[in-house]
Every structure is written in C-alpha cells, then in structure tokens.
Nanobody
Framework: QVQLVESGGGLVQAGGSLRLSCAAS????????MGWFRQAPGEEREFVAA????????SYADSVKGRFTISRDNAKNTVYLQMNSLKPEDTAVYYC????????????????????WGQGTQVTVSS
C-alpha cells in the first residue's frame, strides 16, 4: 500500500481555479493507477477523474469534463487535479486514491478498485 496526502483545497469564487496535489509515499515503486473522488455533505462519494500509471489514459466524470484535468509526475510521486471554471456544485471533500495496477494503461473508476485513500481536502466554491 501507499500513503497519500492531498493538498491545495480552499475557498474560491465561482469561475475560479484550484489545483489539488496528492503526494504518495511508501511502496511507490509499484505500478498504481490514480484517481480523484469527491463527497459532498449528505451525498455518496463519487468518481471525478482517473489516470493510468503511464499517464497516457485518463477518464473524467461528465460533470467535470472540459473543466478539470488530471495529471501525474511519477518522478515526484504526485498526482494533480487542475480545476477550472469551478461551480458551487463542485463543493465537496476531494479524495485521492491509488489502486494497484498490472498494466501501465489501466484506469479505475469504481471505489472498490482502489486500495489506498488520502484523508481528503475541502474545496468550497462560493456563488
């Protein structure tokens, strides 16, 4: 397993931008697909974006497509989520997740496919 620590959350006005970071430590020599999820109060945790270990494949929830970009720097063991054109409905706690993968092109979109989770970072978008 790896340990994950998110950062970069905060309060932003609608239309603004934030970049979340997720730093991994531990068994980072293994191949991990990475993802971002979010959970708003009273709601279930939902998929936001995912990226393969190679970085060559990505996937996004329809609600963020065209506004959010996931990327990774394996040399720094860090995954990023660039969030642009933020909306109040993007307000949530954002979680980073890592899932052991056996291919550099594997991506996961379901909670159960991930082995490790960060503690979350709060993103609040005001109208």
């Amino acid at each position: 397993q790896v340990q994950l620590v998110e950062s970069g959350g905060g309060l932003v006005q609608a239309g603004g931008s934030l970049r979340l970071s997720c730093a991994a430590s531990g068994r980072t020599s293994s191949t991990y697909a990475m993802g971002w999820f979010r959970q708003a109060p009273g709601e279930e945790r939902e998929f936001v974006a995912a990226i393969s270990w190679s970085g060559g494949r990505t996937s996004y929830a329809d609600s963020v497509k065209g506004r959010f970009t996931i990327s990774r720097d394996n040399a720094k063991n860090t995954v990023y989520l660039q969030m642009n054109s933020l909306k109040p409905e993007d307000t949530a706690v954002y979680y980073c997740a890592a899932g052991r993968a056996y291919s550099g092109s594997t991506i996961y979109k379901a909670n159960w496919q991930y082995d490790s989770w960060g503690q979350g970072t709060q993103v609040t978008v005001s109208s």
